[in-house]
């Protein structure tokens, strides 16, 4: 059997075998405001990639993944958008699925993600979401920082009509860091973790 590659911490580990043990899927602010294309803020691609989250979460999940859905609280704005409002996903919590407020750019910031993650033995992170501009890669770089390997998958993520100027930057900078990776290529080589 040939050896797999050392992946270190803060780094992607390119098209190599991942073990899922040790993994959680972060999916960041699938919701209505953000993705809904009928809304002011969503578009054609929101809408597809927030419904292309919906049909992939499960599989995930199916591999032994932990899902952390991650939802930018307002319930200050008044009970409309208390709870999150998805969009196209109902999550529920159970046992690998939690719900986590969060009312920064960043998951990490002034949230338990953190220690959520680490009572899980989780290290390495799949975040998928909105906006690739701004909560995605602020919840990336957070956890770079803090020596998770991170794993953006880039055909489940993308920015709505409010953060377009950043989106292309933003994009290279995730391909020169090799955070990018296609949702199909890591279900592919996903060993699923022992139940």
Known sequence: MPKRPRISPGTSPGNHPIPA??????????????????????????????????????LFNRAGLTTFWIYTDRTFEGPQTAGGGFYAVRPRRTGR?????????????????NRELKERGITTLLISGFNLSACVIETARAARKLGYT???????????????????RTARFCEQKGLFRDSGSVLESLKPAPR
Request: hydrophobic fraction near 40%; include cysteine.
């Open 97 to 113: 699925a939690i719900l986590l407020p969060k009312s920064r750019n960043s998951a990490f910031a002034g949230t338990a993600l």
């Open 21 to 58: 043990r040790g993994m959680a899927h972060l999916i960041v602010d699938v919701q209505d405001e953000i993705c809904n294309p009928q809304g002011l803020r969503g578009t054609r691609e929101t809408g597809r990639t927030a419904r292309r989250i919906a049909r992939l979460a499960p």
């Open 150 to 168: 991170v794993i953006i998958l880039r055909d489940c993520t993308a920015d709505d009509s409010t953060n377009t100027e950043y989106s292309a």
